[in-house]
């Protein structure tokens, strides 16, 4: 275990040395020149990134896969911690991140947020044996695991003030869904379309409670908010508005989410 957290603690910090990208000049077209898009992920966040028999797979493989042709150029991704993901963005390690980001209003004055690609609600799942627990209201003197450095995090402090509210933050959901069947939470905050999934992969272990403690969010990429990446995020929009479009998106959607959601074609104001 320790061998395997070394190496761990070795591809992060090689990951955050490398050489920031070129960002003097047009960001697409050094992008096509490169013929490679990079791209900064965290690959512990099912159903859109995670590995699966060695390989990453999700939602965002898929999509990306559809922004690379669109773009003439192959996507490498980059896997971190959600932690280190921004900052490597910010530091010129990669051209945008996967994610997906929850658009916020306070985010949209530092990023450029592309079309939404998904959205969801702010909620929370318990153990389906938990029959005490029935409500998303009934909080009270409740343990809750959220990942650290989340809109879903800050919502169920935000919720919890005054009403003896424990949050355990986690370097990813995976690691709070373990604590929650081991009896260590009374409940799991994060986006509906995360915990849908997870009660879907463990059929009768866990439920999702209505109602949503936060309102609709919409999910979207990011990138840099300056004047050398706004070509490439434009194209990445075209490349979305155009699988929005022709189906391509449901698919995706139907594929990892079991549902489908229709999708601004302009970037809508963030409700949080």
Same mark, same amino acid.
């Given at each position: ?8 603690? *070795? ?66 991704? *980059? ?59 009934? *909080? ?15 919502? *169920? ?17 995976? !690691? ?76 995706? !959607? ?19």
């Amino acid at each position: 275990m320790l061998f395997r957290r070394l190496i761990g603690a *070795i591809s992060i910090a090689a990951a955050l040395a490398m050489p920031a990208l070129a960002q003097d000049k047009d960001l697409l077209a050094t992008v096509k020149e490169r013929g490679e898009l990079v791209v900064g992920t965290e690959m512990q966040f099912p159903p859109f990134d995670f590995i699966e028999n060695g390989k990453q797979t999700g939602f965002n493989a898929d999509v990306f896969a559809e922004i690379g042709k669109h773009l003439g150029v192959k996507v490498k991704f *980059i896997d971190l911690p959600w932690t280190n993901v921004l900052p490597g963005l910010e530091a010129g390690k990669f051209d945008m991140v996967a994610g997906p980001n929850t658009l916020t209003a306070a985010r949209l004055e530092k990023y450029y947020f592309n079309l939404p690609i998904s959205g969801g609600a702010i909620s929370i799942m318990k153990l389906a044996k938990n029959t005490d627990f029935t409500s998303a209201e009934d *909080i009270e003197s409740r343990s809750f695991g959220a990942q650290r450095e989340t809109v879903s995090a800050a919502k *169920i402090r935000e919720v919890g003030e005054g009403r003896n509210v424990t949050v355990r933050d986690y370097g990813d959901n995976n !690691q709070a869904y373990a604590d929650l069947v081991a009896g260590r939470l009374d409940g799991v905050v994060a986006q509906s379309t995360n915990l849908y999934h997870a009660a879907k992969l463990r059929d009768g272990m866990f439920e999702v409670l209505e109602p949503a403690i936060g309102p609709m969010a919409w999910f979207s990429y990011l990138g840099r908010k300056d004047e050398n990446s706004l070509s490439l995020m434009k194209a990445v929009d075209e490349a979305i508005l155009g699988m929005s479009r022709d189906g391509r998106m449901a698919e995706f !959607q139907r594929k990892w989410f079991g549902m489908t959601l229709d999708l601004p074609e302009t970037l809508p104001d963030p409700s949080i």
